[in-house]
């Protein structure tokens, strides 16, 4: 009867209601741009519902469940981990005030070859490289002397205000120079 | 030793497989596990899985008991609350017209004032696990007026419990009024005293049995909650409550949604054979004289549970589809009537009761899921309220 510890990250979307479903689970609830619903229940089995409700409806003109697995891919997929529209310039997930990002290198960027330390990506932004998806083998908790490779995706976790700085310091040059030959 | 293994493999296995096949037609799986009780049991021709039902006895005790503390688990104050006196109110009148209306109807029966205030309850009171159960079948948790189901059937979760307390004394061994107001006391001091650990000491209670790894937890979890479940019952309380209370009691703490989860399977295994076992004890001979009586008093809970939804949709300003709705689905009607009914032959009170019981939650098992699937068909062809004419232009 008292109240649960605190488990959920505050909401960060206005347009994201949410509520407990009594021996269901969870329930939340996304405005859409068009006026419809989109409604995920999370059950305490780990199912998730995906009900679609177009505007002006009461009742779902869609459902869809899902296991846990498959709703994490979707979630991945909705979230751009897989493909990140051009249109878009930044997909982030926010929690509570963290924010999670992924940042691909190309192979202009003056970070390629450097690592992580010498580019003081810590210091300078404040955000952290929490892990590289590379090919063959994605680095989770890369040490300091990890060398960024070009086709490099950074995953970086940070306040969402440090997220500006990030993408200047790997776009841009670090040093005076920016022709400056990478060391190595 | 092998023989009753046998009996219980069978029990659980012709339990499920019948459940299955009411599955395939949409039906609740509770009815089902007691049809496989009947139909398996002593009492009628053919294969006898069980033959002596006190070999199911502590499975099914187990089962009663796993019920009630999942639904203590459940069991939320602030969510009572948050959803503030609209919520309160649909639920009270839920409760007054339906328990109402069954104590009315339980009288009228004659068969005695304790078997009235039992037959209140079974037919007042709404099974959790089917209507959770509905909603999620019939597609509609994205449903305004899902959120008011789901809170009413809190509201009538909390009002077992106490009505579980109130019945103490009808169903214990009171002698007089003065020892049955004894009884009646002892199992409100349980609750409130159970109810105290909950509000303020849940956390010392959790940490007790916390452990990060989900096989120490479920196995502490269930001791605790057979433990309380025993002493309760020992104390003049029955078991259902103690083991409700328990429930409470680990809700507020940390690891309440662990449990929550690790709960289920156990809880549906033994309910089961809870289920099954009520089916043992049901002669399908006495059927004959309870027919008339179920049949009232399923009409008596159509009716009874339109109108509640009809209340409860004008208080929260739903709709007449949404009201419908509301109403049959909250007519679902199983776990609770039957452990009723279960305490009640316990407790020796006419031997009727059982056999209603069982029927009636039979017949509201196919009715129920049936006229809530159909509510928004039916909704559309009631008479509309005189709107005015559109003016042509």
């Known amino acids: ?184 | 030793m092998g023989d009753v293994l046998i009996g219980v493999g069978g029990a659980f296995l012709a339990a499920g497989i019948f459940a299955r096949f009411g599955r395939r037609l949409g039906l609740p799986t509770i009815p089902f596990f007691m049809v496989a009780g009947i139909l398996f049991g002593p009492q009628t021709p053919g294969l006898v899985v069980v033959e002596h039902p006190e070999d199911l006895e502590l499975l099914a005790a187990l089962g009663l008991i796993l019920l009630l503390f999942h639904l203590g688990l459940e069991f939320s104050l602030d969510e009572m609350v948050s959803g503030g006196r609209r919520l309160l109110l649909a639920g009270g009148t839920y409760l007054l017209l339906n328990v109402g209306g069954g104590l009315a109807f339980g009288i009228a029966l004659g068969w005695g004032t304790s078997e009235a205030l039992v037959v209140a309850g079974a037919i007042g009171i709404s099974s959790s696990a089917i209507v959770t159960k509905l909603l999620i079948e019939l597609r509609r948790l994205a449903n305004p007026e899902s959120r008011l189901i789901l809170g009413i059937i809190v509201v009538e979760d909390v009002f077992l419990a106490l009505y579980l307390a109130l019945l103490q004394p009808v169903l214990g061994d009171a002698s007089g009024p003065a020892d049955a107001a004894l009884d009646f006391l002892v199992a409100f001091a349980f609750l409130v005293g159970l109810g105290a650990v909950a509000r303020w000491a849940s956390g010392v209670v959790g940490r007790l049995i916390d452990t990060p790894d989900d096989e120490l937890l479920t196995v502490c979890f269930v001791g605790l909650a057979v433990l309380v479940a025993g002493v309760a019952e020992e104390m003049g309380v029955s078991d259902a409550i103690g083991a409700f209370m328990v429930g409470t009691v680990l809700a507020g703490s940390p690891v309440a949604e662990r449990i929550e989860r690790l709960v289920l399977p156990l809880r549906d295994t033994f309910a089961a054979a809870f289920f099954f076992a009520f089916g043992l004890t049901i002669d399908p001979g006495d059927a004959g004289d309870v027919v008339v009586p179920v049949a009232l008093a399923v009409l008596l809970s159509v009716v009874l549970n339109v109108l509640a939804g009809q209340a409860a949709a004008r208080l929260n300003g739903f709709g007449r589809t949404a009201a419908l709705n509301i109403g049959l689905t909250v007519l679902g009607r199983g776990e609770f009537s039957l452990i009723l009914a279960t305490l009640a032959v316990g407790a020796g009170l006419d031997p009727r009761i059982g056999p209603f019981v069982a029927l009636y939650v039979l017949v509201l098992a196919i009715v129920g899921p049936l006229l809530a699937g159909l509510s928004p068909a039916i909704a559309r062809r009631l008479p509309r309220r005189p709107r005015p004419e559109p003016v042509p232009a």
Request: charged letters at 25%; glycine letters at 10%; aromatic letters at 4%.
């Open chain 1, 1 to 184: 009867m008292n109240p649960p510890a605190p488990r959920k990250p505050p909401l960060t979307s206005p347009d994201l209601t949410d509520h407990d479903l009594p021996g269901i689970g969870h329930r939340y609830e996304l405005r859409s741009a068009d006026g419809g619903r989109v409604v995920v229940v999370i059950h305490h089995s780990g199912r998730r519902d995906l009900y679609v409700v177009e505007p002006g409806h009461d009742e779902p003109q869609a459902v869809v469940a899902l296991t846990d697995t498959q709703a994490r891919t979707l979630g991945a997929i909705l979230g751009g981990a897989y493909f990140k529209p051009a249109v878009v310039e930044e997909i982030e997930a926010v929690i509570g005030g963290l924010l999670i990002d992924w940042f691909t290198l190309d192979a202009g960027s003056p970070a390629v070859g450097r690592s992580i330390a010498d580019l003081e990506i810590r210091r300078r932004t404040g955000m952290t490289v929490a892990a590289i998806v590379r090919d063959p083998q994605p680095v989770t908790a890369p040490e300091p002397g990890e060398r960024l490779q070009a086709g490099d995706q950074l995953v970086v976790i940070g306040r969402q205000e440090d997220l500006a700085r990030l993408r200047r310091h790997l776009a841009a040059p670090p040093g005076p120079d920016p022709s400056e030959a990478p060391d190595g």
